[in-house]
């Protein structure tokens, strides 16, 4: 029983509560109340989420559904990812007694569902092995990645010294930047690397932005930021949506980029219409900004995180 | 004096907040010191850009940590933040031998801001944990806290990574700030 209490608060945080969704969210009437539709549509919850809703909101609630089901099975067809996505949709098909025939809609599109939430959860995974893996000096690999930012941002202006001054023109703390990746690890500098690589124009915008002599910030730092606001997102499982909405199949880590990618951008976009008294207010201006995309994912169902082209 | 008098003095002694600046270098560790201080997660910390502030509560008073980024461009808006300052906490990167002279620099420019003066100083010697970090007391010799003069202070080896000193330092901060209340 307080498993369940815990799940409930979990999904909760999700979405606005309301005295009926806390009555819905306790187990005992809520499967009375699943009990009763189900004699009166003939149809399950799953079916009735597949019919009514758009893709990405489907997915979020088809997992939240199979999460609180009341069959083991059905709950681990969620939490461990099945060797065979068909399998697993014709298991869930015999239990819950939905016949292929009336419904011919129904094993593709939960087939989908599932697909895009096992990819979601192993990009999860990817993410987190990137940000866990700390700028090594010693990795040529690393090295390189962080040189290539440099030519990137800065293509008329040859580095003089791998340690040196210049980095500070890109937002960089000190004369090497191997110290501000921090706890985002070599994700950070990837998705400053992809947005500089993929949307140059933009990226070359903001990086002037960031040089304003009144509304100026440190360009790197920032974005680093950005990526630990991002991971956050993930951590938290609100960019779900994004991902379900955007992606028809599994999500890869280059789709995280471009996620990154739309949140620096507008973040950028957003420091300069708040016109901050100085670089001090960060904190208070990244705090807004977090709140409205928070706010997006969770109360938008069709909220995309995408770059406009 | 009341009876009630007396119960109010005993409970704001009970609550009282310190206002604790924390400042130091770029990398020196002052995020870390400050999420540890207040039970946070330590493993995905990025370099501040501005300030973080936060409220530990410890038995006998209520902490208001003011962590305010290092970075050099950042350095000229500490000042902003001397006003009402209860203790200075100072944090060096003990590994960062190229940068000591830098940090003793800010240091002693902090020291004689007519706003701090007279405040008690906490110096954290962090990154002990790595093996070529530099002794505690060998940076006291560097930076030359003995020549200060009319000032409480303390430092201390640490290891925000490792929880290790830290605690030490904060007892440290309480018992100085208990002492300065009962002067008062």
């Not at chain 2, 409480?152 to 901060?173: F, P």
């Amino acid at each position: 029983m307080l498993q369940a209490g815990k799940k409930t608060l979990a999904t909760f945080k999700h979405g606005p509560v309301t005295f009926l969704s806390l009555l819905y969210n306790i187990a005992l009437i809520r499967s009375v109340i699943k009990w009763i539709i189900r004699m009166l549509t003939g149809t399950c919850q799953l079916q009735r989420i597949l019919q009514k809703c758009e893709s990405g909101t489907c997915t979020v609630k088809i997992e939240e559904c199979l999460r609180r089901s009341k069959f083991q099975q059905l709950r681990r067809i969620v939490e461990v990812e099945p060797e065979n996505l068909d399998a697993a949709v014709e298991q869930i098909m015999t239990i819950k007694q939905i016949v292929a025939d009336t419904n011919p809609r129904f094993f593709t599109m939960l087939r989908t569902c599932l697909e895009q939430i096992h990819g979601y959860n192993k990009l999860f995974v990817e993410i987190e092995a990137l940000r866990t893996e700390k700028y090594d000096c010693e990795n040529e690999e690393h090295e390189k990645l962080l040189l290539k930012l440099w030519s990137l941002l800065q293509p008329d202006e040859p580095l003089t010294c791998r340690v040196s001054k210049q980095w500070g023109n890109i937002g960089f703390q000190g004369d090497d930047p191997k110290t501000d990746f921090r706890g985002m690890g070599i994700l950070g500098l990837l998705n400053l690397v992809y947005f500089a690589e993929h949307y140059p124009e933009h990226a070359a915008k903001s990086l002037l932005h960031s040089m304003h002599p009144k509304y100026g910030y440190s360009y790197a730092i920032a974005s680093i930021n950005i990526t630990s606001m991002s991971y956050e997102l993930m951590c938290s499982g609100l960019l779900r949506s994004h991902f379900f909405n955007t992606v028809q199949g599994r999500p890869t880590t280059e789709h995280y980029h471009e996620a990154f990618c739309y949140l620096f951008y507008e973040f950028d976009k957003f420091w300069m219409k708040s016109e901050p008294e100085n670089v001090m207010e960060f904190s208070r201006i990244r705090g807004e900004f977090m709140k409205t995309i928070q706010d997006l994912l969770a109360y938008l169902p069709t909220a995309r995180l995408l770059m406009e082209t | 004096m009341g009876l009630l008098s007396i119960l109010r003095k005993l409970r704001s002694d009970h609550h009282k907040e310190l206002r604790i600046l924390l400042l130091g270098l770029d990398n020196a560790g002052k995020t870390t010191i400050l999420k540890s201080l207040a039970s946070e997660k330590i493993d995905q910390i990025t370099p501040t850009q501005g300030f973080n502030v936060k409220c530990v509560n410890t038995p006998g008073f209520k902490l208001n940590v003011w962590d305010i980024g290092g970075q050099r461009r950042i350095r000229p808006y500490w000042r902003n933040y001397f006003e009402n300052t209860d203790l200075l906490i100072y944090v060096i990167d003990s590994t960062d031998q190229k940068r000591f002279e830098e940090t003793g620099v800010e240091l002693r420019e902090l020291l004689e801001d007519e706003k701090l003066s007279g405040v008690p100083l906490l110096i954290f010697a962090n990154k002990q944990d790595l093996f070529n970090a530099a002794k505690a007391s060998d940076i006291a010799n560097l930076l030359k806290l003995h020549t200060l003069n009319g000032r409480t202070w303390q430092i201390q080896a640490c290891s925000a990574l490792k929880g290790e000193g830290v605690q030490d330092g904060i007892e440290w901060v309480m018992k100085t700030a208990g002492a300065k209340a009962k002067k008062k």
